[in-house]
């Protein structure tokens, strides 16, 4: 399995913006579709956004499209580009691999066999 490494979170004032990446090692992170989760005080974790493993193809929850935009290299980074920030995105986000490499994007998380430990995003009013 791929493990996996979350950053960048932080405090930041409504309407502002913060990057998360999400580090992951293995030779083959290329191959994994990838996402990102979160989860605020009091609810269940949630889909925020998905990329496919070359990065061509993307999903987003409704709450965030036009906002947030996930992308990664051919490396091992992938990232959850944040603006516009409400005090709802506020939360602890998660990226996750895919639990087999080589398959297509997913929203399920079900379908994700390594998660990282989480990155506090906090939303200031």
């Known amino acids: 399995q791929v493990q996996l490494v979350e950053s960048g979170g932080g405090l930041v004032q409504t309407g502002g913006s913060l990057r998360l990446s999400c580090a992951a090692n293995g030779r083959t992170f290329s191959m994994y579709a990838m996402g990102w989760f979160r989860q605020g005080p009091g609810k269940e974790r949630e889909f925020v956004a998905a990329i496919n493993s070359n990065g061509g193809s993307t999903r987003y929850a409704d709450s965030v499209k036009g906002r947030f935009t996930i992308s990664r290299n051919n490396k091992n980074t992938m990232y959850l580009q944040m603006n516009s920030l409400k005090p709802e995105d506020a939360a602890v986000y998660y990226c996750?691999?895919?639990?087999?490499?080589?398959?297509?994007?997913?929203?399920?998380?079900?379908?994700?066999?390594?998660w990282g430990q989480g990155t506090q995003v906090t939303v200031s009013s």
């Open positions: 996750a691999a895919r639990g087999v490499p080589g398959l297509p994007l997913t929203v399920r998380s079900a379908d994700f066999g390594s």
